[in-house]
């Protein structure tokens, strides 16, 4: 998924838990409360892949990071 995209389901998702909100205001439905907990579930989902993704496009990819990190932690002890 490009950032795009993950802006855009995660809007998508916002709009759909606003409507179950207002749903739940009227009156409590379990149905309605078990789908705001997987919406909210899903929302939190999003925005770990947005972090992510916003993380590797500014500094690269993790992987090579952590290899990177981890070489010159060893040429550090041997020095």
Known sequence: MTLNQI????ERVSE??????NDLARGHNPEV??????????LAQLWDDH?????ALRFG????IV???RVEERLERAA
């Open 7 to 10: 802006h855009d389901e995660i």
């Open 16 to 21: 759909r838990r606003t409507e179950l909100w």
């Open 33 to 42: 409360v078990t789908e705001i907990k997987r919406i909210d579930a899903r």
């Open 51 to 55: 972090r992510t993704l916003k993380a």
């Open 61 to 64: 990819n993790r992987d090579k």
């Open 67 to 69: 290899a990177r990190a």
